[in-house]
T-cell receptor
C-alpha cells in the first residue's frame, strides 16, 4: 500500500542551526512533492513544490531536495528562528487514487 | 481575496445532533476539498469537487457524512447523526485546477482556518 512517513517525534533545535525534516514514501511514483507549514489552530500553508526532475529547490532560508531513487525528500531550514516553530507536512499525489495525500507532519521547535 | 472561509470555527454538540460545516472557496478556484485532521490519523481527504461536481467521495467515512457544492462559491459538509468519534478539525481547501478533469500533484492547495468539532 502507499505510505508517506514523516518523523512523528518532535525535532528540537537551537536557534541559528539548520533544521532538517524527512519525508519518505513507498509505492508512489510522484511527479511532484509539496511541503506545507501548519501553525496551531490554523490550516496548512503551502511553502514549496518540487518536481521529480528537480534535485533541489530553494526559497529564502528553505531548501527542499527530492531523491526519487531513495524515495525521500528532505526539507531544510537554515539559520532557524523561533518563528519557524511549527508542524511541517509533506504531500504527494497518489497515482492510484488521484488524491493529494499528506504525511502526518513533523513538529519543529526552535529554542532561542 | 479573503482566502478560504470556513464556519463555524468551533462547534460543540451532543451525540445524535446534526452538524453542518460551511466553506467559501477562493473566487476563481474550481476545485474544492474537505479534509479531516486528528492526532491519530493526521489529515485525511474526505471528498473533493471539480467544477462543483463530486469527483471522489471514497474518503467519506460513513453514510452519516454528506457534502454538497450547490455553486462555485459555497460548499457544505453535513454529519447526521453526529458521534463522539467525529470530533476533529475539518478543513476546506481550494485550488485552481484550470479546468482539468483531475487535480495533479502540482495543484497547490489553499486551506481555510478549519472548523473544530467536538461531539459530546
Amino acid at each position: 500500500s502507499q505510505k508517506i512517513e514523516q518523523n512523528s517525534e518532535a525535532l528540537n533545535i537551537q536557534e541559528g542551526k539548520t533544521a532538517t525534516l524527512t519525508c519518505n514514501y513507498t509505492n508512489y511514483s510522484p511527479a511532484y512533492l509539496q511541503w506545507y507549514r501548519q501553525d496551531p489552530g490554523r490550516g496548512p500553508v503551502f511553502l514549496l513544490l518540487i518536481r521529480e526532475n528537480e534535485k533541489e529547490k530553494r526559497k529564502e532560508r528553505l531548501k527542499v531536495t527530492f531523491d526519487t531513487t531513495l524515495k525521500q525528500s528532505l526539507f531544510h531550514i537554515t539559520a532557524s528562528q523561533p518563528a519557524d516553530s511549527a508542524t511541517y507536512l509533506c504531500a504527494l499525489l497518489s497515482s492510484n487514487t488521484g488524491k493529494l495525500i499528506f504525511g502526518q507532519g513533523t513538529t519543529l521547535q526552535v529554542k532561542p | 481575496d479573503a482566502g478560504v472561509i470556513q464556519s463555524p470555527r468551533h462547534e460543540v454538540t451532543e451525540m445524535g445532533q446534526e452538524v453542518t460545516l460551511r466553506c467559501k472557496p477562493i473566487s476563481g478556484h474550481n476545485s474544492l476539498f474537505w479534509y479531516r485532521q486528528t492526532m491519530m490519523r493526521g489529515l485525511e481527504l474526505l471528498i473533493y469537487f471539480n467544477n462543483n461536481v463530486p469527483i471522489d467521495d471514497s474518503g467519506m467515512p460513513e453514510d452519516r457524512f454528506s457534502a454538497k457544492m450547490p455553486n462555485a462559491s459555497f460548499s457544505t459538509l453535513k454529519i447526521q447523526p453526529s458521534e463522539p468519534r467525529d470530533s476533529a478539525v475539518y478543513f476546506c481547501a481550494s485550488t485552481d485546477n484550470e479546468d482539468r478533469a483531475e487535480v495533479s500533484g502540482a495543484n497547490v492547495l489553499t486551506f481555510g482556518a478549519g472548523s473544530r468539532l467536538t461531539v459530546l
